[in-house]
């Protein structure tokens, strides 16, 4: 039903609708686009929930982050390689959350450090104390700002996917600096042979 509503509005914009209307058919075209977003991060926590992600393999964590930080001015510090067994898409779900949600909450200009060393992978940004307590922060809807980008489910999930390998999860803050830390249990040293980038 909303991929049908999101081609028959995307239809009406092109239709020449007045000064008047223009506006209001952007604003719907936006909130399909935001109920979408909504969509898939419920149906993927559904999918966590029902253990549809079974299999592991080795990763290198640092090659896994260097691949996802993107164009983004994020300084990575990688200590030690350390290679954990883990899912591949749900690893990129997880970092990939932490690294956008470091993103859109910092402000332009201002650091973003990741740090990889012994098992543990943590990223910390710039930015002012929370406006929600800190313990709420991984709820589903919980929203520190009133940033209209986010959905309020990208750290809920993070935190499914860490709950369900039985990795820790954490955030404080810290200096002017919210820091989110994954303490995975098991690792493997570099002089593993057997990762995969």
């Not at 499914?160 to 404080?172: G, H, R």
């Amino acid at each position: 039903p909303l991929a049908v509503f999101q081609s028959k509005v995307e239809l009406l914009l092109q239709t020449r609708p007045s000064e008047e209307q223009a506006p209001l058919i952007e604003s719907l075209l936006d909130a399909t686009s935001r109920l979408n977003g909504l969509n898939k991060a419920l149906l993927l926590l559904a999918r966590i929930d029902n253990g549809q992600f079974p299999d592991t393999e080795p990763l290198d964590l640092a090659i896994a982050t260097e691949r996802l930080k993107g164009e983004h001015n994020i300084s990575v510090n990688v200590e030690s390689h350390e290679t954990i067994s883990f899912n591949r898409s749900l690893l990129e779900i997880l970092l990939s959350n932490l690294i956008s949600n470091a993103v859109r909450h910092s402000a332009p200009g201002s650091s973003i450090i990741i740090k990889i060393d012994k098992g543990l992978w943590e990223i910390r940004n710039e930015g002012p104390p929370l406006s929600i307590p800190p313990e709420s922060i991984f709820e589903r809807f919980s929203k520190g700002t009133s940033n209209q980008a986010s959905l309020g489910l990208g750290l809920a999930i993070a935190k499914k996917i860490c709950d369900l390998n039985e990795v820790s999860l954490s955030y404080f803050y810290e200096n002017g600096y919210h820091v989110f830390r994954i303490r995975f249990t098991e690792f493997t040293s570099r002089n593993s042979t057997k990762f995969h980038p």
